[in-house]
């Protein structure tokens, strides 16, 4: 009971092609014919036959029409093409197999052919025997210019194992892939730029890369550190290098901090023992406890720094207030708005109107700021 419940529905379809008549699901769409094999298309129960030619295999399948009678042995001598297409109709089919056309020349039809060599120059074009020289007749022309087995057999590798002769094969060196010839290299025109750097121990001057990042002093061995720092917060520090030292406007040394540097810049608060081989930039008011020493002394406008054991310098420009003694081996610049409050000597001076020196002033050019070296070295002491 419950097989035929659940059993599907068939349709009966007859075949459009044949009229075979076969069942289907009656959900189908298309089918192919257990009989014929043709494919039909399946529309609300009724099979119906695909549009356009039907094609089986490589024979093309047409609607029918009346057939021909066949063709006697003689008739299909010389068949007539039906068109250019290469399929073969149903009724060829069913016709049999025609015999192959003559491919044979018909009288009187000149023969024009090319031959491949003649095609690409390799060979003399067909010349006819009454016509032909002995130089045509020989054969092409590359053929009679080529060499002998035996002419280009020579100086080759087999004929040289033939002959066991020894091979001399050079040999290229080994080495590194990025190796370049002496010669080939480039050479360096410009010099590596140096800084001239002094020793916290001795005083010994020497010339180091600009790259380098610490050093060795050649008279005392005294490790020297090249490296640059930024001081961005106020604190009480002792720091030596003979790189260069920034001060930031937030940052500050207070409470007798020790510094030693190559160039300094001065932009927050500052009191501390200052030893600098460089160029000193005071941006901003402070106390520079000990003798400084430095190349270039600049005091710009609004800033008042004090000295209270001096300063030495191999040349000065004053825009702002110096409190203390100057020496100076070069030439001193006093600005409309620099004040010189101490004793000033100096090789040259240029004093602008409106600036001032309150102390004694003398002009020798003898003056030396030079530091003699040292034999010994307290680590509590810098310079």
């Not at 720094?305 to 110096?322: C, K, Q, S, T, Y």
């Not at 409190?323 to 090789?347: F, P, Y």
Request: hydrophobic share 35%.
């Amino acid at each position: 009971m419950f097989g035929k419940r659940y059993r599907s529905k068939k349709v009966d379809l007859t075949c459009p092609y044949c009229g075979h008549l076969q069942q289907e699901p009656s959900l189908v769409i298309s089918s192919f014919c257990r009989s014929c094999g043709e494919h039909f298309r399946v529309r609300k129960g009724v099979a119906i036959a695909n549009p356009g030619l039907r094609v089986s295999g490589i024979a093309e399948v047409r609607p029918p029409r009346k057939r021909r009678p066949l063709l006697t042995p003689a008739e299909a001598v010389d068949p007539v093409p039906s068109g250019n297409s290469w399929l073969v109709s149903a009724e060829e089919k069913d016709a049999g197999a025609r015999p192959l056309p003559d491919l044979a020349p018909q009288a009187g039809r000149e023969e024009d052919d090319l031959t491949a060599g003649a095609f690409f120059g390799l060979g003399a074009p067909n010349v006819s025997r009454e016509s032909a020289t002995s130089d045509d007749l020989a054969g092409p022309a590359l053929g009679r210019e080529a060499q002998s087995r035996d002419t280009l057999a020579q100086g080759s590798m087999g004929a040289l194992i033939a002959a066991q002769q020894t091979v001399v094969v050079a040999e290229k060196e080994k080495m590194p892939p990025n190796y370049a010839a002496p010669d080939d290299r480039r050479r360096r025109d410009d010099n590596v730029p140096e800084i001239r750097v002094r020793c916290f121990r001795c005083h010994h001057h020497q010339d180091v890369s600009r790259f380098a990042r610490s050093t060795q002093c050649e008279r005392c061995s005294a490790y020297i550190s090249l490296a640059n720092y930024e001081i961005k917060t106020v604190k009480s520090h002792t720091l030596r290098t003979r790189g260069d030292i920034i001060i930031a406007k937030k940052g500050g040394l207070i409470n007798n901090s020790e510094i030693a540097c190559h160039h300094l810049t001065v932009s927050g608060s500052i009191d501390a023992t200052v030893d600098c081989t460089g160029d000193a930039v005071f941006r901003h008011s402070g106390t520079v406890r000990g003798q400084l020493h430095c190349e270039k002394l600049v005091i710009e406008k609004h800033c008042e720094v004090r000295f209270p054991d001096g300063v030495m310098a191999n040349r000065a420009e004053i825009a702002g207030h110096l409190i203390g003694d100057l020496t100076c081996s070069g030439k001193v610049r006093v600005a409309r708005t620099g004040i010189v409050e101490g004793d000033l000597a100096a090789i040259d001076l240029e004093l602008r109107d409106g600036g001032r020196i309150t102390g004694e002033t003398r002009l020798d050019p003898g003056i030396t700021t030079e530091l003699a070296l040292r034999k010994g070295f307290n680590p509590t002491v810098i310079g």
